[in-house]
Each structure stands twice: as C-alpha cells, then as structure tokens.
C-alpha cells in the first residue's frame, strides 16, 4: 500500500526532472564561478529534524521534490554543491556548498530553501562564508602547479570531502608580509606530494564570520589527506593557526538526485 | 482556499498601515538618536520557533501585524531597525536595532514585542547593549572624516551588515592612555579608505554585557568590508583584542515592511 | 469571556494581599539580612517556559498567586529581591536574590517555588551562592564612604541592577596579603566618583560555585556604572581576574505586585 | 480524590519498607566501602524531566517505590548515598554517590535505575568516577590527624555537601616527586584548622574521566568549608590546578526515605 | 498480555539468529581489520532517544531484530564492536567501533543504521574517525612486546574499554622527528608494566577530525589503567598535549546478543 503512492511520486519527480532538463533557465556558469576571484562561497551544514524519518515514503518523495524545485529555482544566479554529512560528522546529514557573485543571492536560495516542503525538515547545524581571491602564490611556482591548484572536481566522482575553518592568531597578522609570505611559501611546498590526489580551495572569511579561512578539500584518498595535514602541521606557520577544524566537517559528494533518492528510503 | 483570507489579512494588514501613518504619534528622532552621545543602542537578535512555519498563511499575517502594532506604539520612545538574518547567520533569523535615551525603555518595547501574538513565535539568540559616546578621534583628523563616520544610511538601500562585539585585553585597558591613543589612530588610520564605502557605528559596551565594544557595520560591498576587517588584523592594537566576533552577525537591512512580506510567505 | 474571570481572579489575590498584609508572620528583618556579614546571598535565575505564554489570563493569575503564597511563606527566614531580566538579559525572565543566615533555608524556599503551581513554568538559567562578609576596606577610608557602600535600596526605586560574578587567577591568590591590599586600595578609590550614584554590594563565593564573588549593582544612571567599570578594568587588580561576568546579568528591580502585573499581561 | 489513592501508595511504600527491613539481604558493608582503598566512588547527577512535575501524587509514589526497589536490590554490591542538589546547584535535582569494588557493578545498578518507573523521570546530568587510594600523607602528620581524615559521616545529620571535581596541569605532573610532595604538605597544613567542621574525602580520577581528582567535602557549617577553599587557593599548588569545579556540585545529604517524601510533594 | 508477544518475537529474533549463522555472507576477516595498517576506524557514540523507554517489550525487540539485521548485512565490509557506555558516561548509552577498508563503507553502514526501525530511536552523540598506521616503536623493542601491543581481545571477555580522543599542540608538530622520537620512546616505556594488563590500540586522526590521535584500551583491571595514564602524563611528551579526553569515554564490551538483550529490557 504504501509502494504504490512512493512509486507513483518517483515518477512524478523523474518527469519534473525530465521537464526541468528541457526548460532549464541557464545555468550560472559552474567552472567561472568555482575558479575566478571575487566569488563568495557559502556553506550552510543542516540536520534532518526528528519528523523528517517519521514521514512515510511518498510524502519524503514530494518533500524532495521542493528540494529539486529550490535548486533549480536559483541555479541561474548560484551554483550548488550536494555533500552527504551524515554517518561522518557530528549532529550534520547535509552541506550545501553555494557559489554566488553576491551573498544576497545566496541569502534569497537559503531563504526558499527553509520556507520550501522540503526546509521544514532542516535544521541550520552552521553556516559559514568565505571569498575567493586571487591566489597569491610564490612567483617562483610553475604554471602547472597553479593550474592544478585551480581544477574543479569532475562531477560523478562522489570523492571525500573535508571542509576545514582556520583562524589564526594576532601574531600572525602582526608579522610583516614578507614573513609571511616566507612561511606560506614553507606551507606551498608541503602539499606539493599531494597536488594530484588532494584538490584544495580556499576562502577568506575575515570579517565575514568567526575565522579567517575556510579550506576545503576533494579527495578520493583519505590516508593522502591525512598526511597532507599532518604535513601542514610540522610547518612553522602552522604556529599561528589558533583554530583548525571545531568543526572538521567530513562528508561525501553527491549528485542532487543520489541526494533525493538517499533521503527517499 | 488558502488565498482568500490571506488576501483578507493582508488588506487588513495594508489599512492598519494607512491608519498609522495617518494617526502615528511622533515619532523619536532618527537622526539624533542615531548619531548623538548618550543613547543606549540594543541589538536583540530572534530565531523563528518550529511552529511558525506551520501556520497558515492567514494566521501568519495576523501574528505580523501585531508586529507592526508593537512597532509602532513604541516608536515614540524608541528608533528601531531590522534585520534579515536567516541563510546567512548561524541560528538566527531576525535582528531588531533599538536605540533608546533610556534601557528602560528597551525593556518595555522588547516585553511587549515577546508578549505579542508575533512574540510567541520568537526565541531569543541573544541580546547586547552599547552606549554611544562622544566620539574620540585624534584631533588632527579633518573634519569631514568626522562627518564621514558619523553618516547614517539612507533608509530602503538594503545593504549588508554586519555586527561585531569585542572584547579587549585587561592588558589593554592597563596601557597608559597615551599609548591606546596612539594605537587607536594607527587603527582609524586603516580605516580610511574605506570610509566611503564601509559606515561604522561604536557603541562601548562595558559593564553593560560581556563585551567591550559593539561594532556596527553597513556596506554594499561585502569584499570592501573583508578587505576592511584584515587591514585592522593587522594593526598593533588588534594584538590586544580577547574577543573579536563570537557571533559575527551577517545579515541584511530591511524595512518592517519587507521583513513582513517575507516573513508571510 | 476570558476577561471575567480574570477579574475575578484579580480581585482574589488582592483579597489574599489583603489577608497576608493583616495576618503576616513576623517577615525576616531586611535591613540586618541585607547589611550585616555572615548571611549567605543566592542569585536563582529564571526563563518562563514555552507553555506560560499560552496559558489564559485567568490560569495566570490563579498560578502568581502561588508564587505570592510561596514567598509569603517563606519570608520569616529569608528576604527576597525579584528582579525583571527579559528583554535585558539573554535567555532569562526572572531573577530571585534570596537572603537567608543558612543556605538550607534558601533551598527550602526554591524547593517550594518549583513545587508550586507557577514553579512548573520556571527553566532554572543558574543559580549562585555568595556569602557576606565583614568588609575589607583600607583603615584609612572614612567612615561615610563604609556607610555609603553599605547602604541598601530603598524600595519602589525601579533601579536598574547589575550582578557580575568575578573569579580571580591563581596567581591572585598566590600573591602576599600586602600586594593583595594595596591593589584593592587601588581598585576602591576607582570607584569613589560613583559612590553616590551606583551602589554595591560584594559576595564571597569561593568553593560554593565557579567563582570568587558576585558583584551586585544598582543604579538609575547606567552610564555611570558603564565608566565605573571601566576605571575598574584599568587598575592592576583587574589584570588578576580570570573571569569577569559569563553571564553579567542586567535588569530591572520589581516588587513581587510588579512582577505579578507584568507576568499577568 | 487524589488523597486517598496517595495515601494508600504510602502505606504501600511503607509496608514495602518494612518488608525490606525485615528481609534485606547482607548489605555491603558501608565503613569499609567508605574507608578502604582500591573502592570506586561514581557521583551520578540527575535532573528529573519535565513530566515528573506533572504526575499526581499517587503515580509519584509507586514510581518512587520502584526507586527504592532498585536501591535495595543492588544494596548486596553497592553503598549508595543520596543528595538533593535542586535549588542549590544548575540544572541538577538528585545526586547519587556509588561505591563499589568494581565499576561494572556500579553500572548495572545504574541500568537498573534507567530501567526503573522512576528512572524514566531522569535526565543524566553528568557521571563522574574516582578510585579511593590509600592516603598519601607526609609522614610526620599525626596518626589523629589521619584518623580524622578518614571519619565518615554519622547518618542523619544532613550536613552540606559540596563535590568539586580538579584537573592538574601537565606541568604538575612533570615536577618530581620530592617536590610534588613538598607542596602537598603545604596544602595539607592549610586544611588542618578545619579538619574538625569539614570532612573530606579524596577520588583519583586520571583516565577514567576528564579529571585528575574528584574532591568531596561534608560540612554544617559552610562558612568554614568556603575558607577552606580560600586557604586552599593561596598554596603554591594551587597554581598548576587547570580546573577546580566546573561543576561545583553543592547540595544537602538526604537519606532515601527523605528524598522519597520530598519528592512526592 | 506483553509477555506473550514478547516471547514470541524472542523466538522470532533467535531463529533469524539461527538463519544468519547458516546463510551468513563471508564476513570480514576480524584479526587483519583490526591489526593491519591503512584500516580506518570508527568510533560513533550514541545516546537512546526519550521514545525508546516508552516501547513496550515486544515493539523493543522488533526494532532491535532491525539492529541485528542492519550489523549482519554489512559485516563482509566493515567489522563492528558494541560497548555499553549507559551507566559509566555522560549522556551517551551505545558506542560502535566500525573498521572499515573505506569511510565510506561505515558511513553506508551508519546510514542504514540510523534509517532503520532501532535506528529511528539513536541520537548521535559524537563521531570520531582515525587511521591505523604501521607503528613506529623504537627498533630496540623486543619482537615480544611488539606483538603484545598488537594483540586483539579474544570474544566474549567483557572487558573495560576506555577511548581518550588526543590533540597535540603545534609545538609538537614543530619538533624535529628525533625530539619526537625520543620523547615517545620514554613515553612507550612508561606503559611496559601494563602491557599485559592494559590492551592497547592507536589510530591517527589528524584532518578526518578535531584530533590528533584516538587511544583506545581495553583492561579488566581498571586501576592499572588508572596508573597506567598517571604514568603517562609524567612523561615529557604530555606537556605536547592540548586535548586529553574531552570527552573519555567509559564502556564495557558487550557482544550484539548482550546489547540485545539488556536494551529489550
């Protein structure tokens, strides 16, 4: 009795689904946003409330269903990154991660994504806020290395992901740049072992929340992150850091619709 | 079904309007408030309990025009100022700026706003209080940088802000004043060429909450403020800060009329 | 239909007002629990629950008579202050200063207030002990500074109150009873340009909660107390403090008949 | 209607009583649990749930019935003594102290506490755990002295009692051991004006929870236990404590029959 | 009436039992997963929802079968261990310790877990996540304590097991690896007389969380882990440490069948 409803509700979500890819707006575009500077990045980390598994199978599918309807909804002026939390993280099931050339966008998806069927359910864990700048690497750095440093993760791949906040010390902004352009040039060089396995993207959030930094990694080798940080760890800017992780966020990537049909059952 | 009392309610809601603006009692004088010595400011910051969001559009309408009603009786006493938090602070969705000669008249404002049909739905993230003080900026400073930071924003722009309470050091406060002056202009000095874009509010908070100062801040360009808050990581008096942020409050300023409509939806 | 009974409902704790005020048992002497050392001071701070805003005025009334009765009850052992926190303080409502010669006594009446009818409706924040005790002033202060820091409230004032818990550094502690002095004398005569203005009152707390003492604060001219404090963060005792306020605690002084009006609303 | 029912459970309960008194089986024995080392002492805190408040007095007390139940059934293993924490410590109602030759049987006393009618009523609060050592006192002090130490309370004295749980510094435990000892003895003198009014009794802790030791004090006169502390906070050892308290657990001991007839009020 | 149905889903639960114990998929290999390198380790701390206590017996064992079903379909991928933590820590009641080739087969584990008809009832606590690397003792170490500290418990012991979650500090990181070496040679030899009493298993956690290190042991004698971590926080190397516990979590081992039976009490 209840598989005929919930059978009945995935069809209709994959016809909305097929309705959606022939009348898509256009997207915002996905590489310029995750690449180029002056982009704010949002990461909104949410729980399921506890009625979200009491709901029966068809009413979590047309839940669902306003969940695909908010991102579509706003996929012209933000990109949306899916990560699965739970069973990784403390007290977390989702992370969004958002793309935006204005926070006030971002602010007006997170907005219709409360107010959605689909919102109810969810319970703001954080929400953190970083920008991209333009990287500011040592000059004597090949080319390659900073291409590598700037690739997007190829969709599908569903790799581990690691969202780390940083905030460091008073001393650190108090040393002069040159210093500190020295020490991160000792930091650059620590993660070179592991450019080809561990993507990295970075966020300055000064001002714009408790912290300074937000790192975040793709990797489809946990044991190479691990060493990457321990790494980051032994260098002498390392020192400065007064907060590292509180949370680690840990999750895996996942594709909008492996997103719905998770939550389905 | 839904729509007609809705539409009811918001006619309702629309003459009450007319009504007010037609018999409104004096109001308190933005202005001054806002840029004289000796007013207390209040920032009260709300989150929306699990109910609101399952009322129905009509009873929705009712409990925020007793928002508006609650507003407006005060508005002889008090200046008040909201704000959209939700989508971009951790916890919170709304925050109410109260101005006031008197924290007595806060109180009154902030019980019958708790009272109200709208106040139910309300659970307080947090309150903090500042006095605004004669401002002691280093006398060589040109008297349009005065007028500068003491602007205040023109109503219906919508901009981002931001709110940051901090706390200093006992050292610093042992610092003979001579040498926090000298600090201070090095820390105003950082300040200026974003002056034009940035506008900044101090309110001294000692005694009156566990913090020193609350930071008010109003801008259109987020990436000025960012760029704004790292230059006075930078200065020697920020070594002296305990507590910078914890919250940072991001949101954006609406007008209750805005917060209504979208707090209807 | 729900204004009649709650007339009638007022007019029976006027009658039971009436009665208490002709047949009260003989109420604990206020001046001498209030000034004299050796009494201990409990500061139990109080939210109301979700349900009380829901309940009708009548029920309302019929349970602050029951804080009325447990108050009268109890006023042969202890002297008790209330105070109006909401809409000052974070996360609070209510707070009770209990004045009794043993803490059983203090429990006594707490265990009675929570028992009661309106006590289901009370969340405790916190509770905190201190302990009066003879004061430590240098010899050579006057005699009409003591009595002027020893004076108590008069009552129907309505002043704004302030209670500060402070917990010192070991290395305070390990200082030698000179170096201890000298410092105090130091921290006091900061405070002799708000004697008139802003009274205190000091309790001990050490090993009867986390903290050294409670301040405790009155005052219509809160911008006093602000710059009161202030001169007090600049002398060298306050380098020793560890903790200072988390929470500081701001609200308004009330009778029992205030706080009933109010809570009836 | 609700008295008799309760009156009847009463009589239940004590009949229950008698029966036990009667029929007990060998009780642990309490001396020797309290004096010997290589004993474990767990100080179990609980709060009662919001539904406690509103069963009516008969259903209190057969639930209370199962409470005395589970004490007596583990009697055989387990010494346990009760406090009554409500009105004078946060967010705590009850607090249980344990002592058992292994700590497996203090959790199958607590299991059976959870699992009780009563147990339902219980939100942990916190659990803390410490093993008795055999005293480790300067050889000099007097055989009186030690004597004195190790007295164990009289039972229905209803002193205060106060559990303030302590870490040391890594720092601490880096010193030799001459030195260790040396301030010990300092510490040890400190005490001794007040080894006739406050008991104490000392737990290690190290690794079988977030401390390093579990202190308990018994006293009726609490000004004498709060000088105490002070005297206690001026030695030199103080200075490598990280955490004294947090909680300060303060409460009155209560013999099971009187937490039971406090309770069903 | 609820023994009957209880009974019968007791038969029903021990003949899925007998079905698995015959139709049972390869499981994986226990003694490799939890002595090889490169396995990841999971430590999920759960606490049972207020729901739970209100099943009636049968309702119990039917979501419990859901448990025992949920562990039997992922053990070809990940080997789990239950502990009971009721009784002996703060507010958690189960923990599972999940090793794991890949994080994201036990986080596939953890989703069918808290998706299924027990797991609706579990509220995540905290999540811990490490890695099991080839240890680094010092080459003098005789073969024989090397294989002692690998050593896996044999079934069916119920031993104590105590998990203490580690962070060192950036000073730590930033000695050269001699330093490192060195001290942790004096801190290994610090454990040598309890290595027989004192199982012992590390696993790294730095970037997959807040932590360093997670230590886990398991012991029958709990005062020789008392001094068995006395002992290690004299060593210099504990000076290195920022996080020790926060939280120390107290358990005894318990198998699936022992969970099942204690929880459908």
């Given amino acids: ?21 022939l009348h898509a707006q256009a997207a915002a575009d996905r590489e310029k946003f995750l690449t180029e500077p002056g982009i704010y990045g949002t990461f909104a980390v949410f729980a399921l409330n506890e009625e979200w598994a009491k709901q029966d199978p068809a009413t979590k599918i047309v839940r669902l269903t306003s969940l695909k309807g908010v991102v579509e909804q706003h996929r012209e002026h933000v990109v949306i990154d899916l990560y699965l939390l739970r069973g990784l993280s403390d007290h977390a099931d989702l992370m969004f991660r958002i793309h935006a050339a204005e926070l006030r966008e971002t602010q007006e998806f997170l907005l219709d994504l409360k107010s959605s069927q ?48 940083i905030r460091k010390s008073a001393e650190w902004w108090g040393l002069d740049q040159e210093k500190r352009a ?4 000792e930091h650059t060089a620590a993660t070179l072992p592991y450019l080809k396995t561990v993507k990295r993207k970075l966020y300055h959030s000064t001002g714009l929340d408790d912290l300074d930094f937000i790192t975040y990694f793709e990797t489809s080798k946990l044991e190479d992150f691990h060493n990457l940080v321990l790494s980051l760890e032994k260098v002498q800017e390392f020192r400065y850091t007064r907060r590292f992780g509180h949370p680690t966020i840990l999750g895996t990537m996942k594709s909008l619709d492996e997103i719905v049909e998770l939550l389905a059952q």
Same sequence: chains 1, 2, 3, 4, 5.
């Fill in 1 to 21: 009795m209840m598989i005929r409803p919930a059978v009945t509700a995935l069809t209709l979500l994959w016809l909305i689904g097929v309705y959606w890819a």
């Fill in 118 to 165: 689909f919102g109810k359910h969810l319970k703001t864990v954080g929400v953190m806020h970083g920008l991209a700048k333009k990287p500011n690497y040592v000059p004597e750095f090949q080319d390659q290395m900073k291409a590598d440093l700037q690739a997007i993760s190829a969709p599908g791949q569903n790799p581990y992901v690691i969202v780390i906040p």
């Fill in 182 to 185: 020295a020490m991160m040039q």
